[in-house]
């Protein structure tokens, strides 16, 4: 397995443009998370998801911010208009039936820049 | 929100010195997950202790769990150039909740 997939590995955009992220987790992994990163706040999960379904987004800092799974091999993270504040790095992980029981394989995450 | 605090934040050792870097937590826990990050990449699971395991090893590194104390610690022996990077201590709730990461902590290995 090629282990956890993100696109892209960096993205700069302008301030009010929409930006899209993509997740495809290891085959046969029922959960999948979205964390950000940043150096003031660290690792936050903003949304995770169990068998496609979105479980917890209370994370999500904004109705700006959204989520998608349509299938267990994909999810997106949008972020609609884009602010310089959210400038950080977003991952993605996934991890098997039993969750926090097993360690997380993260992607190599996605450097967003909102100029 | 952080659950886990690392101790300290930064960390420079001596090639072939031990690293010993600390977490510190606020609530039960179900386990305790150690993570690396090299520079630019994602986070890589270490190791994994669960709440009635007082230590465990896994090659170099050697990780003891205090649950009276909640805390935790991960040693390093004989630290490598490629050691150099941020660690994380991650922890589990009771339940099926997701793992809180820490601020982690930046070791750097000087050759």
């Known amino acids: 397995d090629a282990g956890v997939i993100q696109s892209p590995r960096h993205e700069v955009t302008e301030m009010g443009q929409e930006v899209t992220l993509r997740c495809k987790p290891i085959?046969?992994?029922?959960?999948l998370f979205w964390y950000r990163q940043t150096m003031m706040r660290g690792l936050e999960l903003l949304i995770y998801?169990?068998?496609?379904?979105?479980?917890?987004d209370s994370g999500m800092p904004e109705d700006r911010f959204s989520a998608k799974m349509p299938n267990a091999s994909f999810s997106t993270l949008k972020i609609q208009p884009s602010e310089p504040r959210d400038s950080a790095v977003y991952f993605c992980?996934?991890?098997?039936?039993?969750?926090?029981?097993?360690?997380?394989?993260f992607g190599s995450g996605t450097r967003l820049t909102v100029v | 929100s952080q659950q886990g605090e690392e101790d300290p934040q930064a960390l420079s050792i001596q090639e072939g010195e031990n690293a010993t870097m600390n977490c510190s937590y606020k609530?039960?826990?179900?386990?305790l997950q150690w993570y690396r990050q090299n520079s630019g990449r994602g986070l890589v699971h270490l190791i994994l202790?669960?709440?009635?395991?007082r230590e465990k090893h896994s090659g170099r590194l050697r990780v003891t769990l205090d649950t009276s104390k909640k805390s935790s610690s991960l040693l390093i022996t004989a630290s490598r150039a490629a050691d150099t990077a941020s660690y994380f201590c991650?922890?589990?709730?009771?339940?099926?909740?997701?793992?809180?990461f820490g601020k982690g902590t930046r070791l750097s290995v000087i050759a």
């Open positions: 998801f169990n068998n496609n379904v979105p479980i917890d």
């Open positions: 609530t039960s826990i179900n386990n």
């Open positions: 992980a996934s991890s098997p039936i039993t969750q926090a029981n097993y360690g997380y394989t």
């Open positions: 085959s046969g992994h029922d959960y």
């Open positions: 202790i669960r709440s009635n395991e």
């Open positions: 991650a922890t589990a709730n009771s339940g099926n909740t997701p793992l809180v």
